[in-house]
């Protein structure tokens, strides 16, 4: 059964780091791309972050510089790290399983929440 599983989130002040993980299992994460999402309440659903099989990442504009996105395909595991966090950064942070970033997303992560407040 696929499944993604993201975890880490939690409540942080502004300026804090956080660091989210999303653990595939029931595929090979090795041959596909996996993104981040995420919605914030009365918003709609954005792309964040995604990085590709091969480990080139690819960022929004509103995240460049402050987050990274890494792949450890051993533990089968896509990390986003945040850090110089914002208000606006609050969410519910989703990963999802693509066949390359470019591509449509093919399975969604149930998500974790990222509260910001000083």
């Known amino acids: 059964q696929v499944q993604l599983v993201e975890s880490g989130g939690g409540l942080v002040q502004p300026g804090d780091s956080l660091r989210l993980s999303c653990v595939a299992s029931?595929?090979?994460?090795?041959?596909?791309?996996i993104a981040w999402f995420r919605q914030a309440p009365g918003k709609e659903r954005e792309g964040v972050s995604c990085?590709?099989?091969?480990?080139?990442?690819d960022y929004k504009d509103f995240v460049k510089g402050r987050f990274t996105i890494s792949r450890d395909n051993a533990k089968n595991t896509v990390y986003l790290q945040m850090n110089s966090v914002k208000p606006e950064d609050m969410a519910v942070y989703y990963c999802?399983?693509?066949?390359?970033?470019?591509?449509?997303?093919?399975?969604w992560g149930q998500g974790t929440q990222v509260t910001v407040s000083s």
């Open positions: 029931g595929f090979t994460l090795d041959d596909y791309a």
């Open positions: 990085i590709n099989s091969d480990g080139t990442p």
């Open positions: 999802a399983s693509a066949q390359a970033c470019s591509g449509g997303v093919i399975d």
